[in-house]
């Protein structure tokens, strides 16, 4: 199976001012630090060549079937171990399926609600048990705020952990419904280079190399570089899909008990506006004229684009005192620098819905032009302890973690645009804006203290867990602009480990994100507080490359912002409440020739206090039931092995608009894989949604609609040398 390989990282410019912050004490209990000699520990760059050798939390899997993680714990630990429920998508599993987005990539998880406005190269819309989730890289916060920076490419990654529920206790402010933390690629020990060349629809065409091996005989210093080219058109008229990215990195290892590794990476994107926000007349009803078409640009050619330039710079540092201290640090900057200009559909809340009243052709337009630049600086410094009180062993992790963004923005002033005619488009009749102004500067400020213990006795597992956050948001030059949070996250976990390899567990988690803005007295709005119950079953037959994981959870998120009326004027107020129950079954296997993931995932997500119009009501965009299964086989041909064939099926259900007038249909979409895969050679066809199947992705409540992907072919050769 070909190795993809990088680093997404990101450009690092050093202030002698933040060195206080990347320092941090730890009291060392003397106890534990004379429990034993220093001895050898097992680094995170160990390289894997089969299941039946050791995995690490951040290396690399041949598979499907991730049998460590860290994102649950912050610690290395079994995914089989860990009482909360967490998906891993390894490095093997993107490259087989072709994906060629994060999104794409966990299509085929559990909870999990990829892609549903379509192709957006923006960003990757990534729902988790129905609410939006925070992305992280490598265990650090990858930016704030929307459309800012550049968006991941799966090829500069090792694997994706989607952890799912809420993750405040170890990583602060967040979305509810959990994190997707993706995992660069690392130097390795072992010496691997390839270089790849693809082609396919769209006129998509895309060349990428990946080097990685020691640089000296003693295999203290490593390295590794990845680079990615891209020239390709896409499923919109006018709009480009471009890219270009490198990432090198650098491991030096000292010792057995050290090692440090540097990581940047520079990415730039040159795309456009590939949404529409069309209105649902139109896309899931027809008007008397048809259908607004799928490939419809309802932008300007010569204003239009989305420009990213993205750098980064960072470390991740690890050092073993012996066997039972261990001290961490994780270190990264990024500057990025965004050129975002776009003529969209307006005007949903007047007469006509978006279409010029009295027109089926003639869509509304508005300009929209910003230009921001983001510079963020995040650290995270751990100490883990393992020592035993009586019969029961403990892995005790403390923490300190701190995260600092200041984004710029010029935003453009003026302009204006006539309508178009979406069957006979005309381009050209606009007046861009006359100039740009400096927005407010926004900035943000986190500070979190952390402690995790993970107890064990017997067969029995506990998890317990407490945080406290202090953060900042403000903006200049504005009344009232800044806002101050403390907040505590609690954590706890249970779990029984038996003899079949079947670990009953039960969990409870929250979060707290804070909320921009002021109501009518100018009061700060409260931060949204999660919580979550959470029960299932972890199962993975001894010796088997096979788990099966099931839950039940009972998620609440609180403070809701709903409209509402205070004394006798209409203003936004916090009295809403969304309560989300649901299931999830997902299965993964790598059992000799063949690979399988089966997932099924029923969400009941509803208003559960709110505006009497609301209430009761399904929340937006979230399908009640959702499936997915991919299975794939490799076989010989007259005596000649390494061809290979897959295919899998995605479900998803019928979902809402959040007003309960536009529902969007249930859709059920292929996907496959032809590959031939023996020697340095790799050759491979992937092909998603397969029939080319027209569908709408999702409607929101102020009425616009987003179709869905069509479908993509890819071919490409893989060389490794």
């Known amino acids: 199976m070909a190795v993809r390989l990088s680093s997404r990282r990101r450009p690092v410019h050093f202030r002698a001012r933040q060195l206080p912050l990347i320092v941090f004490g730890l009291g060392l209990p003397g106890a534990v630090l004379a429990q034993s000699a220093p001895a050898e520990v097992h680094l995170p760059a160990v390289t894997v060549t089969g299941s039946d050798v050791e995995q690490t939390a951040v290396g690399p899997v041949q598979g499907f079937v991730a049998k460590r993680a860290a994102t649950a714990t912050k610690t290395d630990t079994p995914v089989m171990e860990t009482p909360q429920s967490i998906s891993v998508i390894t490095q093997d599993r993107m490259t087989l399926q072709g994906a060629q987005s994060v999104q794409q990539a966990a299509g085929y998880t559990a909870g999990v609600t990829a892609g549903a406005f379509g192709p957006d190269n923006r960003g990757d819309s990534i729902k988790i048990r129905g609410t939006d989730s925070t992305q992280y890289l490598d265990g650090l916060l990858n930016a704030v ?62 060349i990428q190399a990946d080097l990685t091996g020691p640089i000296d005989e003693d295999g203290k210093w490593l390295y590794r570089v990845v680079a990615l080219g891209r020239d390709s058109d896409s499923s919109v008229k006018y709009v480009d899909d471009d890219r270009y990215f490198i990432a090198p990195s650098l491991t030096w290892r000292p010792s057995a008990a050290t090692s440090l590794t540097l990581l940047a990476n520079f990415q730039k994107d040159n795309s456009g506006s590939m949404v529409g926000f069309f209105p649902w007349r139109g896309t899931l009803t027809s008007t008397p004229a048809g259908r607004i078409p799928q490939d419809f640009f309802v ?71 910003n230009q921001p630049t983001l510079k963020q600086f995040v650290v995270d410094t751990q100490g883990q302890f393992k020592f035993q009180t009586g019969p029961i062993r403990h892995t005790l992790l403390t923490g300190i973690d701190y995260q600092r963004s200041v ?27 006359t100039s740009t102004v400096s927005a407010p500067t926004s900035r943000g400020n986190q500070l979190g203290l952390y402690m995790q213990d993970q107890l064990e006795w017997e067969r029995w597992l506990l998890m317990l867990g407490l945080r406290h956050d202090r953060s900042r948001a403000s903006v200049d030059d ?8 403390s907040e505590m996250s609690k954590r706890f976990g249970l779990m029984y480990r038996s003899e079949a390899g079947l670990n009953p567990y039960l969990s409870y988690s929250e979060s707290f994100q804070g909320l921009a803005g002021f109501n009518r007295a100018n009061q700060a709005f409260k931060p949204l507080r999660g919580k979550q119950w959470e029960a299932g079953l972890k199962y993975q037959p001894p010796g088997e490359n096979l788990t099966v994981t099931a839950s039940v959870f009972d998620m609440t998120e609180k403070n809701r912002k709903v409209a509402g009326v205070v004394n006798g004027i209409a203003d936004t107020v916090q009295v809403g409440e969304a309560r989300t129950k649901g299931a999830e079954l997902e299965a993964l296997a790598s059992l000799g020739n063949v690979d399988l993931v089966a997932t099924y995932t029923f969400l009941d997500a509803k208003v559960a206090k709110g505006t009497p119009a609301e209430q009761g009501r399904q929340l937006a965009s979230i399908p009640r039931h959702m499936a997915s299964f ?42 496959a894989v032809l590959a031939y895969d023996a020697g340095p050679m790799r050759l491979a066809l992937n092909v998603t949604n397969l029939f080319d199947k027209q569908y709408v992705g999702t409607c929101l409540a102020r009425g616009d609609c987003f179709f869905g992907t069509r479908r993509t072919v890819i071919g490409s050769v893989t060389y490794r040398f």
């Open 478 to 485: 504005t009344p009232s602009g800044s806002r101050d949070d």
């Open 299 to 369: 932008s300007e050619p010569d204003f239009d684009k989305y420009t990213a330039r993205q750098s980064a710079v960072g470390y991740q540092f690890e050092h073993a005192f012996n066997d039972n201290v261990t001290v961490r640090q994780n270190l990264r900057y990024t500057h990025s620098e965004v050129d975002y200009r776009s003529i969209y559909t307006a005007g949903f809340n007047g007469a006509g819905h978006g279409w010029v009243p009295g027109s089926d052709t003639l869509l509304r337009r508005v300009i929209y032009q």
């Open 407 to 433: 984004l710029d923005a010029r935003q453009g002033v003026g302009g204006t645009v006539a309508p178009i005619d979406v069957h006979n488009p005309v381009y050209g009749n606009f007046t861009p804006p």
């Open 145 to 206: 705020g929307s459309y800012n920076n550049t968006r991941p490419d799966p090829y500069a990654l090792e694997r994706i952990e989607i952890l799912r529920g809420p993750s405040g206790m170890l990583y602060g402010q967040g979305a509810i419904g959990g994190i997707v933390n993706q995992i660069s690629k690392r130097p390795q020990p072992e010496a691997m280079r390839e270089i790849g060349v693809s082609y396919g629809n769209h006129n998509r065409k895309q």
């Open 630 to 671: 991919w299975a794939n086989y490799r076989f010989s041909v007259m005596g000649t092995p390494g061809f290979l064939a897959g295919a899998g099926v995605r479900y998803n259900g019928s979902s809402d608009d959040g007003t309960g007038q536009n529902g969007v249909p249930a859709v059920t979409l292929y996907d």
